[in-house]
């Protein structure tokens, strides 16, 4: 579409990496390019893993070079183990991203829940409803961190928008 934007949603984590690509028109609209998850082997060693993320990645980044991308912030209860890797998966995605010079914004889950289905508090299935409904798709995205990422790529294309109209602006 003329003058839409490819925006790229990332959920990262180190067994799987979700991620969503999305054509945001001038109009607003959003149009579904790609999404899916970066699955790693697990008994492989945490080196090789982050490189198949990396690997992975770039693989997709030029595929389909984005606008923009959003991802993630971490977020974690108490699992420390968890978010150490989680981390190291966040700081290949970042590093990749850098890489192919694509700017990065990232979000809170509360973020995104907030700009995808109107309130922080916002469970899984009302947010892989919306996800569906904003992005018409004739079923719900699977797995979940596919249909996470997609839904922080909403987050961003909003994000983008109400940023790039305040600009405009002021």
Do not use: W
Not at 1 to 10: C, K, R, Y
Not at 84 to 97: E, H, M, S
Not at 111 to 124: F, L, P, T
Not at 150 to 163: D, E, P, S, W
Request: aromatic share 2%.
């Amino acid at each position: 579409t003329e003058g839409a934007e490819l925006v790229l949603g990332i959920d990262p984590g180190t067994a799987r990496t979700g991620y969503g690509l999305l054509e945001h028109a001038p109009s607003g609209e959003l149009r579904l390019v790609a999404y899916g998850v970066i699955e790693t082997v697990p008994d492989r060693p945490m080196a090789q893993r982050l490189l198949q993320l990396e690997t992975e990645l770039d693989r997709i980044l030029r595929e389909h070079p984005p606008a923009g991308a959003g991802v993630e912030k971490l977020y974690f209860d108490r699992n420390v183990s968890t978010a150490l890797t989680v981390g190291q998966a966040r700081g290949v995605v970042l590093l990749t991203l850098a890489r192919h010079a694509v700017e990065v914004e990232e979000y809170t889950p509360m973020e995104v829940k907030q700009a995808v289905a109107g309130h922080g508090g916002a469970d899984k299935r009302q947010m892989q409803s919306m996800v569906r409904l904003l992005l018409n798709l004739d079923e719900e995205p699977r797995p979940d961190d596919a249909a996470d990422a997609l839904a922080v790529a909403i987050c961003h294309a909003h994000m983008r928008r109400t940023r790039q109209r305040l600009e405009e602006a002021g």
